[in-house]
């Protein structure tokens, strides 16, 4: 398998949440039905190059022809993911929030499959910050998402849950990527369906920021939750 460059994150790589998202349900698929898979992201995953993803129940792990580990992913128990449920807003709020994305005008990785505004076969979130810190966007997932059940497809549910997490950082102050991502898929939505993406810091740990997401439908139920592990790094180095 290759990541192509629709998939970016920074300029020279693939996007945190969609390279953790191939490995992630690639072990879920296999895995006990009472886990989640948590995904170590090893190096900034290359695009354009030749890779390996395999998996069993034990976890899987995406290497390069070399042999290098791009990322890995072991089952962890589901309910380490209790407190990943960020409380939602409503549609109107979450739209309203879109206006004060600060990446719009300051991203400091444009390309992005998820969030850059130069992405234009991105899924284009908009995660604004709301009052109290947490960060919230709309979703309306494109066709070309589906998987062959005509439900959006895992890996894209694990994307849609990466940036709304990093922008509840000061990324301004403290730019950061992907380091380690978990989640849990608990319903996939419809293409076009109407969703809500939440997202907050729960805590900073040196170089690293925890952050949590949520994935709501338009009737407030919980689709999908994940928690992040970001590092902080000088943006400069992935350009």
């Known amino acids: 398998m290759r990541i192509v460059p629709r998939f970016q994150g920074p300029a020279r790589s693939g996007n945190g949440g969609y390279v953790a998202g191939l490995v992630?349900?690639?072990?879920?698929?296999?895995?006990?039905?009472?886990?989640?898979?948590?995904?170590?992201?090893?190096?900034?995953?290359?695009?354009?190059?030749?890779?390996?993803?395999?998996?069993?129940?034990?976890?899987?792990?995406?290497?390069?022809?070399?042999?290098?580990?791009?990322?890995?992913?072991?089952?962890?128990?589901?309910d380490t993911l209790a407190d990943c449920t960020v409380d939602a807003v409503t549609p109107e709020e979450a739209l309203a929030a879109e206006t004060k994305y600060k990446g719009l005008s300051n991203h400091p990785f444009p390309g992005c499959f998820v969030c850059g505004p130069r992405n234009a076969e991105g899924l284009q979130l908009k995660p604004g910050t709301l009052s109290d810190g947490r960060t919230?966007?709309?979703?309306?997932?494109?066709?070309?998402?589906?998987?062959?059940?005509?439900?959006?497809?895992?890996?894209?549910?694990?994307?849609?849950?990466?940036?709304?997490?990093?922008?509840?950082?000061d990324l301004e102050g403290r730019p950061s990527v992907l380091g380690q991502m978990s989640a849990y898929i608990d319903a996939?939505?419809?293409?076009?369906?109407p969703c809500v993406v939440m997202g907050r810091v729960l805590g900073?740990?040196?170089?690293?920021?925890?952050?949590?997401?949520?994935l709501y439908d338009s009737d407030g139920r919980v689709l999908a939750r994940a928690h992040h592990t970001w590092i902080l790094v000088d943006p400069a180095l992935f350009n």
Do not use: F, M, N
């Not at 996939?188 to 369906?193: D, G, L, V």
């Not at 900073?204 to 949520?214: I, W």
């Open 24 to 78: 992630g349900t690639a072990l879920a698929s296999v895995a006990a039905v009472d886990t989640a898979p948590r995904v170590r992201l090893r190096v900034p995953p290359p695009l354009e190059t030749d890779l390996e993803l395999l998996a069993d129940e034990s976890g899987a792990k995406l290497t390069s022809a070399a042999g290098d580990v791009v990322a890995e992913a072991v089952p962890v128990a589901a």
């Open 136 to 169: 919230a966007c709309t979703w309306r997932p494109a066709a070309d998402l589906a998987a062959a059940d005509g439900l959006v497809d895992p890996v894209y549910l694990w994307s849609a849950l990466d940036c709304p997490g990093g922008w509840a950082i």
């Open 188 to 193: 996939r939505p419809q293409p076009a369906e």
């Open 204 to 214: 900073e740990d040196g170089r690293k920021t925890h952050t949590a997401s949520t």
